[in-house]
């Protein structure tokens, strides 16, 4: 099991940028593929980013590719979510989750999440 803490997430105007960072604990974090989802009011969780265990390879919604960088730094067993050129729409809380094996777009496939981190985007 990993526990997982996000931070970074904040109030930024439109065109902005953020970086979410989420800590974890655990000796054995690099052997996890990582991902970002995030979840607005009223609506259901959704796939933002993954990443693979070696950082390697990494996928995003449409919504955000372009935009939106996922790293990982395996010595400090963080992964991040650069987001550049915020919209509103972006507004959502932002959670980071861990599984074995490849990545995943689907939330239940990941077995660890953490509480999340607010982003707000204001217009």
């Known amino acids: 099991q990993v526990q997982l803490v996000e931070s970074g997430g904040g109030l930024v105007q439109a065109g902005g940028s953020l970086r979410l960072s989420c800590a974890t604990s655990?000796?054995?974090?690099?052997?996890?593929?990582m991902g970002w989802f995030r979840q607005a009011p009223g609506k259901e969780r959704e796939f933002v980013a993954a990443i693979t265990w070696s950082g390697g390879s990494t996928y995003y919604t449409d919504s955000v590719k372009g935009r939106f960088t996922i790293s990982r730094d395996n010595a400090k067993n963080t992964v991040y979510l650069q987001m550049n050129s915020l919209k509103p729409e972006d507004t959502a809380v932002y959670y980071c989750?861990?599984?074995?094996?490849?990545?995943?777009?689907?939330?239940?496939?990941?077995?660890?999440w953490g509480r999340g981190t607010q982003v707000t985007v204001s217009s």
């Open positions: 989750a861990a599984r074995r094996g490849v990545p995943s777009a689907t939330a239940k496939t990941y077995d660890d």
């Open positions: 655990g000796r054995t974090f690099s052997m996890y593929t």
